[in-house]
Structure formats: structure tokens, C-alpha cells
């Protein structure tokens, strides 16, 4: 029998239905997959008007998805906010995505390995809720496979409280970087990166240093246009990317460098009080997103680079919020713009590898450019 490891609350996740705050029913595509077309293919919502439901599919960017309605909402989601299939056929009639959403399972040969999506407010929750993220397993006591011995390397940096979130990315990348340009690598040389000599040299060599805030400011303010571009011209989470999206345009023409770099020390003092969650969140997209079955070191390179780009969005587009709101910094604002750009975010590893090669140089960044995007705390 396969060997199961989770993340240690990933049983204590219930779905809270019509009293979700964000719903997963509405704004993104939402999958059919092949047996769920051929079983809906002989449903009927209506027995007298032959109202089947495969009615309500359609072909979106070459897959098959749910047609959202007007309101851009799923249209099997009822007045209360509860799923007429469910109501109307049970759980079984479900497509494989909303049967598993926000639960992801990879499947490697040796082991399966459960977690949490952050696109769904109840996971944040749980997550908050964690001073560390555990794992029903140790990984330490997996195998010798080299890739599954670099994540949990990673996983220890960034759990490493000495170092700042923000050194914590950059030290993972500088690591990983020298790996890759190695190409062959022994577990024992990965070991060496565990060494606290090691890492404390790494991180002084970071603290020596310059690191320039209105540069990183800029980068991301640029980054975020472009990630939101497509779902603002689809309207899609309008409520949420419309009125930070606008304070992004304006600044991206002029603004008050003085201004801004207060304002950024004033917000980066706010944001560290949710230090502990945004830990926690990295801990977990390393572990279910930066290695999955199919993984090599280069598309591990790659998911890092994603990662650290959806946090760095993440924390910018809490500091437009922030601007917007009058410079307060409530945990709902946090949590969901930690949903919404997870599930703008949430590519597949194919099109995070398309948006990459098309607006970057090479698949493959320069540690520095991964500096100024997440730049120093
Ligand atoms: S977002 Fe989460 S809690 Fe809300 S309806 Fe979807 S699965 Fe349930």
C-alpha cells in the first residue's frame, strides 16, 4: 500500500455550503471532466422541458467547463447558495473538480500526498489557525529521492523563524539556483545546505545587501496589471481586482516617491502581523506545488519562481487594498485577496510555463530577479 501523507489539519476541512463568504461556484472555470459529459448527457433538471444539463457546458480556452450565468455564477447554485445537482441527483453527480475542490491530491509511485488549496476562505482559516504547519508523516523519513530531499530542504528554510519570509524565498532560490546550474547533485551536497554555518553566511550575504523599495514596488505594481488583465476585461472578481486595479494604473503613470516609500514602511509593519499565515501558506504550496508526479529540477526551478511571483502579487495587492481602505489591514481583506489570487493564480504547471516563456527572457530567472521581486522585509 501507497504510503499517505497530508498536511495535519487536512482532515479537519468541512465545506461551510451557503454560509461560504466566497463561494467556489462562480467566477472561474469551473472543469467537467469526460465521464461527468457522458453522465450528465442523460440528466434532465426537468422532466417535461428536456433541460439537460449538459445543456450548461461549454469550451472554454480548450477545455470543457461549466457556462457561467450572468451573474457570473455557477447555474446550478440555488438562492441559498446550495448546488441543485447535489439537491436534486446527490453527491455522485458531481464533476471530479467540484467533488474534490479545495482538496489536491498528488499521486507519485511510492506515496499520495493530500493538502488544501488557499482558494477557499475555510482552508485559510485552517491555515491561520496553525503555528506551524505538521505533516502526518515526517519528511525527513521519506525516501532518498533527490527532488523529495530538496523540498524538504525548502520546507525547512522556510520554517526557519531566524530568517524572514522575504530571505527565506530568496535564500530557497539561491540554493535551488546552484543545484540546477550543477545539474547532477548528491544528497549528501543538498545535507551541506542544512548546515547552519552554511545558510547563517548565505543570509548575512543577503543582509550586506542593498535592496531598493520602489523598485520592487514598481515590478509588482506592473506584474499585477498584467495577471489581472484578462480577468478584468472577463469582469471576473470585479468587486475585489476593479478598485485596486485602478489605484495600480495611476500609480503606474506617476506618483510620490516619498509618499509611497513611507507608506510602504507604515504597511510592511501591518503586514508582518500575518507572518505566521504567510508562512504557513508558503510551507504548503511548496509542499503541494512545487513537486508533483510528473516533476524534474527544472519545472521544481519553475513552481519556486510561481510561487514566489503569487506571493509577491498577494502582498501587493493587499497593499493597494490597504491604500484603499484608509491604511487599515483587517484579516478578511488579507484572507481574501490570498483566495483571489490563489484561484486567478492557480495554473496549471503547462500555462504557468506559457505565461513564463512569453513575458520573461528566459524560463529560467536570474537569483536577482527573484531579489527585487520579493525584495527585503
Ligand atoms: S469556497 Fe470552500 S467553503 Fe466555500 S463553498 Fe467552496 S469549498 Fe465550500
Not at 455522485?92 to 500526498?113: G, M, N
Request: aromatic share 12%; net charge negative; hydrophobic share 40%.
Amino acid at each position: 500500500m501507497k504510503k499517505e501523507i497530508k498536511t495535519d489539519y487536512y482532515d479537519n476541512f468541512t465545506c461551510i455550503a451557503g454560509k461560504c463568504s466566497f463561494n467556489c461556484c462562480q467566477e472561474w472555470k469551473i472543469a467537467v471532466d469526460d465521464d461527468t459529459y457522458i453522465k450528465w448527457n442523460h440528466l434532465s433538471l426537468t422532466k417535461q422541458n428536456n433541460d439537460y444539463i449538459d445543456q450548461y457546458v461549454k469550451q472554454k480556452d480548450g477545455t470543457r467547463v461549466i457556462a457561467l450565468n450572468e451573474q457570473k455564477q455557477c447555474p446550478f447554485l440555488n438562492e441559498q447558495k446550495l448546488c441543485n445537482l447535489v439537491l436534486n441527483f446527490g453527491d455522485e453527480v458531481l464533476s471530479e473538480t467540484c467533488a474534490i475542490f479545495p482538496r489536491q491530491i498528488h499521486e507519485f509511485a511510492d506515496r499520495k500526498e493530500y493538502s488544501l488549496l488557499p482558494g477557499c476562505p475555510e482552508v485559510v482559516d485552517l491555515m491561520n489557525q496553525q503555528d506551524k504547519i505538521c505533516f502526518t508523516k515526517n519528511l525527513f523519513d521519506l525516501d532518498e529521492d533527490i527532488l523529495l530531499q530538496i523540498r524538504t530542504m525548502m520546507i525547512t528554510i522556510m520554517q526557519n523563524q531566524h530568517f524572514s519570509i522575504s530571505k527565506s524565498v530568496m535564500m530557497i532560490f539561491y540554493i535551488l539556483l546552484d543545484i540546477y546550474q550543477n545539474k547532477s547533485v548528491l544528497k549528501k551536497e543538498i545535507d551541506e545546505y542544512k548546515d547552519k554555518a552554511i545558510l547563517k553566511e548565505l543570509s548575512d550575504t543577503i543582509d550586506n545587501m542593498q535592496f531598493l523599495s520602489l523598485d520592487t514596488f514598481e515590478e509588482n505594481n506592473e506584474l499585477f496589471l498584467d495577471i489581472a488583465e484578462n480577468y478584468r476585461k472577463q469582469e471576473l472578481y470585479t468587486s475585489y481586482l476593479e478598485p485596486i486595479a485602478v489605484i495600480a494604473e495611476n500609480l503606474s503613470r506617476d506618483y510620490d516617491k516619498r509618499k509611497v516609500i513611507v507608506q510602504l514602511q507604515k504597511f510592511d509593519k501591518q503586514f508582518s502581523s500575518y507572518e505566521k499565515l504567510f508562512r504557513n501558506y508558503l510551507v504548503v504550496e511548496i509542499f503541494s506545488n512545487s513537486l508533483m508526479p510528473e516533476s524534474d529540477l527544472e519545472s521544481l526551478v519553475v513552481m519556486i519562481q510561481w510561487i514566489a511571483m503569487e506571493y509577491a502579487i498577494m502582498r501587493h495587492s493587499i497593499f493597494l487594498s490597504w491604500l484603499l481602505e484608509e491604511e487599515k489591514l483587517s484579516y478578511t481583506v488579507v484572507r481574501n485577496y490570498i483566495v483571489v489570487i490563489s484561484r486567478m493564480m492557480g495554473y496549471d504547471q503547462e500555462d504557468i510555463c506559457e505565461y513564463l516563456d512569453k513575458s520573461f527572457e528566459n524560463l529560467i530567472w536570474e537569483w536577482g530577479y527573484l531579489a527585487l521581486l520579493i525584495g527585503a522585509e
